[in-house]
């Protein structure tokens, strides 16, 4: 796929990997839609539009709710009606609800979590197919964990809401190829973002801890390169960039 005046869309990119992907795809010529749950402020999406366009990009802020199935089916009309057409999306909105056992998470704390990581991503993407599928086909990355298939950190919601995430793709990807659209979901390493910070601390070097910009560079190439060959499967950060320094 190529992505010069390509309409990527991508959630959760108020802030962390989320504003580096918006930044490295409008670099690469997309035309970024940046959408969270912030309008303003330094996690906000009209500041990630801001860094985007003193980079030379193109980039619009759309503020919405990912768990808001009315609001994010508008949201895709506004801007398949604004920019002509929808080609790709970046599913990257999360929350974590911190380190917890399974007793400790509360069933707001489960609903919030799952809401957002999984349902999110399902509205999204079904809001965004019927647009994709008038382009001519496109590319949903889903922004997975190792979480989804390992225990022992974060917590259980998380990593259910990460293991519906991949069934997701699989699912989606079967069902959508026959109409041009490739899902794949994608695995990032323990990355230094505000998040990770607030739950280990400062000393997230001491977690090898990568800089959003990789992923955000393995979203690229993802999309770019080999989308067709992962798509309705998981693949690692790790493998996409091997070779490449941090």
Not at 47 to 54: D, G, L, P, S
Not at 199 to 223: F, H, M, N, Q, W
Request: glycine share 12%; net charge negative.
């Amino acid at each position: 796929m190529e992505l010069q005046d390509a309409v990527i869309i991508v959630t959760g990119a108020g802030r962390g990997i989320g504003r580096a992907t918006a930044l490295e795809l409008a670099r690469a010529g997309a035309r970024v839609v940046a959408v969270a749950r912030t309008a303003h402020g330094e996690s906000g999406v009209a500041a990630t539009v801001a860094a985007v366009e003193a980079a030379g990009g193109r980039a619009r802020a759309e503020p919405a709710d990912v768990r808001d199935a009315e609001g994010v089916k508008a949201l895709m009309e506004r801007v398949a009606e604004a920019e002509g057409h929808i080609d790709g999306l970046v599913n990257g909105a999360a929350v974590f609800a911190g380190e917890r056992g399974l007793l400790d998470i509360s069933p707001d704390q489960w609903s919030e979590v799952l809401d957002t990581n999984l349902t999110g991503a399902f509205l999204c993407l079904r809001a965004a197919a019927p647009h994709l599928i008038r382009a001519g086909g496109g590319v949903v990355v889903n922004m997975t964990s190792g979480a989804a298939v390992r225990t022992g950190f974060l917590n259980v919601a998380y990593g259910v809401s990460k293991a519906g995430l991949d069934r997701l793709t699989q699912g989606a990807d079967a069902e959508l190829r026959k109409d041009g659209i490739l899902c794949v979901s994608l695995s990032p390493p323990v990355t230094r973002t505000e998040t990770v910070e607030a739950i280990y601390g400062s000393g997230t070097e001491d977690l090898y801890a990568a800089e959003p910009e990789r992923t955000a560079r393995a979203v690229r190439k993802l999309i770019v390169h080999h989308a067709a060959e992962r798509a309705g499967g998981v693949v690692t950060v790790r493998e996409l960039m091997e070779g490449e320094a941090d």
